[in-house]
């Protein structure tokens, strides 16, 4: 049962329900260029270094153990929440616009970026949690470098409700590793989400058929299936934002066992200059 009024997060608090994790990034991969995302598990610091390590074409589930991802307490408990999340950004220059914090599930690794053939894609395996697809995105990154330039996709996927559904869009591949390239704006122009779009009416994404590309773009990408569970921002250099759940929405995010938390960035400047990026999180269970 969740949260039912302040003085019952208060009691988590005290009675020892709860768990802070602090995490930093001292560095990411490659130099991403202006406003666009990277992912922050793909780096060195506290988590360790996600290396999507799976077999090609072939969906491989993301259980968080220990500090392969943000911890979030231990496993075992009734029912855990975010209670507030900070970031300090404390490189020379920049700033990040977007933060999405995001529960990693799934991903395809080794999509052949210069092929223009349709890669079908396995799937042995399901949703580690929210099982029914709802809420949940497709997004798709650089796991080798590739030339920079963007062409259209084709992605035909499973919908929440179980149908099966295709979407054209653009995909823009870039020479650093980690970088994300849906939904962008235009071949030299930053992204304009993290996201791919689903079809009219879709909520959410269960699994991913296959991918074709109009253009080889170079490298191989990495198929990424998440589930966004909030945003911030660290608009100024050495200053800490803070994001209160119970204060600032009323709402605290519910984060489930074997969550797999990380967070995807959208950068003002070139990635050198942004680490190391340090934050810190609460979590609180119920009795």
Same mark, same amino acid.
């Given at each position: 049962?969740?949260?039912?009024?302040?003085?019952?997060?208060?009691?988590?608090?005290?009675?020892?329900?709860?768990?802070?994790?602090?995490?930093?990034?001292? +560095? /990411?991969?490659?130099?991403?260029? =202006?406003?666009?995302?990277?992912?922050?598990? !793909? *780096? &060195?610091?506290? #988590?360790?270094?996600?290396?999507?390590?799976?077999?090609?074409?072939?969906?491989?589930?993301?259980?968080?153990?220990?500090?392969?991802?943000?911890?979030?307490?231990?496993?075992?408990?009734?029912?855990?929440?975010?209670?507030?999340?900070?970031?300090?950004?404390?490189?020379?220059?920049?700033?990040?616009?977007?933060?999405?914090?995001?529960?990693?599930?799934?991903?395809?690794?080794?999509?052949?970026?210069?092929?223009?053939?349709?890669?079908?894609?396995?799937?042995?395996?399901?949703?580690?949690?929210?099982?029914?697809?709802?809420?949940?995105?497709?997004?798709?990154?650089?796991?080798?470098?590739?030339?920079?330039?963007?062409?259209?996709?084709?992605?035909?996927?499973?919908?929440?409700? +179980? /149908?099966?559904?295709?979407?054209? =869009?653009?995909?823009?591949?870039?020479?650093? !590793? *980690? &970088?994300?390239? #849906?939904?962008?704006?235009?071949?030299?122009?930053?992204?304009?989400?993290?996201?791919?779009?689903?079809?009219?009416?879709?909520?959410?994404?269960?699994?991913?058929?296959?991918?074709?590309?109009?253009?080889?773009?170079?490298?191989?990408?990495?198929?990424?299936?998440?589930?966004?569970?909030?945003?911030?921002?660290?608009?100024?250099?050495?200053?800490?934002?803070?994001?209160?759940?119970?204060?600032?929405?009323?709402?605290?995010?519910?984060?489930?066992?074997?969550?797999?938390?990380?967070?995807?960035?959208?950068?003002?400047?070139?990635?050198?200059?942004?680490?190391?990026?340090?934050?810190?999180?609460?979590?609180?269970?119920?009795?």
């Amino acid at each position: 049962m969740p949260f039912r009024s302040v003085a019952e997060v208060a009691d988590a608090v005290e009675q020892g329900r709860h768990h802070i994790q602090h995490f930093i990034r001292t +560095g /990411v991969n490659g130099a991403f260029g =202006t406003n666009l995302f990277g992912d922050a598990s !793909i *780096g &060195s610091g506290l #988590p360790s270094y996600n290396a999507y390590l799976g077999p090609a074409l072939e969906a491989t589930q993301l259980i968080g153990q220990r500090n392969n991802s943000i911890y979030v307490g231990p496993a075992g408990v009734s029912e855990r929440y975010l209670l507030s999340m900070s970031m300090t950004h404390r490189g020379v220059t920049g700033f990040l616009a977007s933060v999405y914090f995001l529960d990693y599930l799934l991903f395809y690794s080794y999509i052949d970026l210069d092929s223009t053939d349709q890669q079908d894609l396995t799937n042995d395996v399901t949703l580690p949690r929210y099982a029914d697809g709802e809420g949940v995105r497709m997004t798709m990154l650089m796991q080798t470098p590739g030339a920079s330039t963007a062409t259209g996709i084709t992605i035909n996927y499973t919908n929440q409700d +179980g /149908v099966a559904k295709t979407i054209t =869009t653009a995909y823009r591949s870039s020479g650093a !590793i *980690g &970088s994300v390239g #849906p939904n962008m704006l235009s071949t030299s122009g930053g992204s304009a989400g993290p996201f791919f779009p689903l079809a009219d009416g879709d909520r959410g994404v269960r699994s991913v058929q296959s991918v074709q590309l109009a253009a080889g773009v170079g490298g191989f990408g990495i198929m990424v299936l998440v589930k966004p569970l909030f945003t911030m921002s660290a608009a100024e250099l050495s200053s800490t934002v803070e994001k209160n759940f119970l204060r600032e929405q009323a709402a605290l995010p519910r984060i489930l066992d074997g969550a797999f938390l990380n967070y995807f960035f959208n950068l003002s400047t070139n990635t050198s200059a942004v680490v190391p990026l340090v934050g810190q999180a609460q979590f609180i269970w119920t009795p």
